[in-house]
């Protein structure tokens, strides 16, 4: 059974460019949820998508947006990057009836000059 | 602010003993605790889940949680230098299944010394 993947791995952009990131969760689970690890600061959640809803959203600004599609895969997008936007994203899914048992992919690595 | 804290590393250990792993939790309210293992580079990846007070043990490794003292910690027994990795204690903080969201430590690395 394949796990969870995104895409892409590794990503470069400059100050005031906007990304799109990729995630499929695994095959039956309905929740996405989107986290950022950036250098020293551990994981930090972002948002959760579940039924293509946006069921929660953690302390970031608006230009950090998403959505979820009909087969259950997500994007995240963010607008305007700045420096510190460099982290690793990670993306995790878990089935409906077992929300707390997160499966995490490999993560896009973002860096921002 | 909710939190998560796990104590400073790194924490060595050599080939054979016990490695004992803590974590505080602020919401005291919270239910359900987890511990990740992360290799580096690599997505942190799912060892143990704890939900009720006392000892869950998996093998070498067992989780303790007590919720009075909002405290839960991993014990590795007979640790093997493939334990050697960057473990997340993470506590949901939000009422499961209606706010699911996991809130995690910084992590402490974990080195074992053959």
């Known amino acids: 059974e394949a796990g969870v993947t995104q895409s892409p791995t590794h990503l470069i952009k400059t100050r005031g460019q906007q990304v799109t990131l990729r995630c499929s969760p695994i095959s039956g689970h309905t929740s996405v949820y989107w986290y950022q690890q950036a250098l020293g600061l551990g994981l930090q959640f972002l948002l959760w998508?579940?039924?293509?809803?946006?069921?929660n959203r953690g302390n970031f600004p608006p230009r950090f947006s998403g959505r979820q599609f009909p087969n259950y895969s997500s994007e995240l997008n963010v607008n305007a990057l700045e420096l510190e936007d460099s982290a690793l994203y990670l993306c995790a899914s878990s089935p409906s009836h077992l929300r707390d048992i997160q499966y995490f992919g490999a993560g896009t690595r973002l860096s921002v000059l | 602010q909710k939190e998560v804290e796990q104590n400073s590393g790194p924490l060595s250990v050599p080939e054979g003993a016990i490695a004992s792993l803590n974590c505080t939790y602020s919401d005291r309210g919270s239910q359900s605790f987890f511990w990740y293992r992360q290799y580096s580079g690599k997505s942190p990846e799912l060892i143990m889940s704890?939900?009720?007070?006392g000892d869950k043990e998996d093998g070498r490794f067992t989780a303790q949680l007590n919720k009075a003292s909002q405290y839960v910690s991993l014990l590795i027994r007979d640790s093997q230098p493939s334990d050697s990795a960057t473990y997340l204690c993470a506590v949901n903080m939000g009422v499961t299944g209606a706010n699911s969201k996991l809130t995690f430590g910084k992590g402490i690395t974990l080195s074992v010394r053959p």
């Open positions: 704890i939900y009720s007070n």
């Open positions: 998508y579940d039924e293509g809803e946006e069921r």
